[in-house]
């Protein structure tokens, strides 16, 4: 008896667990740049005294699906989107390098090209990239370098401000942290991708496929259903044999 309660109540706990990966997704749906976490689950060895023969189930995140998102078209000087596979590099608010696809970009107050959550954005000096305002005209070419036509300049007088930091580390070196950015699980900073190039006037739209995610929350939910009528079975055997003892 003891047992199926406990695999039922360890089964439910774990598809709450996985319905919190989807849910997690489908509140991300409308974010830019935004890669959806997968879910899986699998039989975890118990060890503990005596003979390792038991297994309990595990619902977990192994990572994130990196295929890119589509690009929408916004005539935006200051929206980029990478082509392709890529990121380029902000300063986190957390501490330290980061990466990201989410191009919202922005000029904060002091100056400074900043993404949509306000990490400022490096240069391949890694320094952040200060624009010296006011500006008439402003833009970001396909390497990454930032161009601005000073406010009352000829039409001809672009400058060359600094080049973005475009990097493009192996996927399976990368993890997203609590801030929603990437980072080498090394610790090191990605260096320079001359291949990596940017699409300016568009951003990329999250990748969440929404039909693949509300299916698994419908099975998710069966799941759990399952569990607790299994639960409620047991205590209704539990009564019956406390009903049994009564009698004898």
């Known amino acids: 008896m003891d047992r199926l ?12 667990n996985a319905l919190a990966i989807h849910a997690n997704n489908l509140a991300n749906a409308n974010k830019t740049g935004f890669k959806s976490s997968f879910e899986q689950a699998r039989s975890m060895q118990a060890y503990g005294e005596g003979l390792p023969t038991r297994v309990f189930s595990l619902a977990e995140n192994p990572g994130q699906n990196f295929e890119s998102g589509i690009l929408q078209m916004t005539q935006r000087d200051l929206d980029i989107s990478i082509k392709g596979e890529g ?5 986190s608010k957390m501490g330290g390098q980061a990466m990201t ?29 200060f624009i010296p305002l006011p500006v008439e005209k402003f833009n970001i070419r396909k390497d990454g370098m930032v161009e601005i036509r000073p406010e009352g300049a000829p039409a001809d007088a672009m400058e060359e401000i600094a080049q973005i ?42 990748n969440v496929n929404m039909s693949s995610e509300l299916t698994g929350l419908i099975n998710l939910q069966r799941q759990f259903d399952m569990q607790v009528k299994m639960m409620k079975k047991a205590e209704e055997m539990d009564k019956a044999s406390e009903s049994l003892l009564r009698v004898v």
């Open 5 to 16: 309660l406990y695999i039922s109540m360890s089964g439910a706990k774990e598809n709450m």
């Open 165 to 206: 930091k475009l990097v493009n580390p192996n996927i399976r070196d990368i993890l997203r942290g609590e801030d929603g950015l990437y980072r080498r699980i090394d610790g090191n900073d990605p260096i320079v991708d001359a291949k990596v190039s940017i699409e300016s006037g568009s951003l990329e739209a999250s």
């Open 101 to 129: 696809r989410a191009g919202g970009l922005n000029i904060n107050p002091e100056g400074f090209l900043i993404d949509s959550t306000g990490n400022k954005v490096l240069s391949q000096k890694g320094a952040p990239i």
């Open 87 to 91: 990121w380029f590099m902000v300063d």
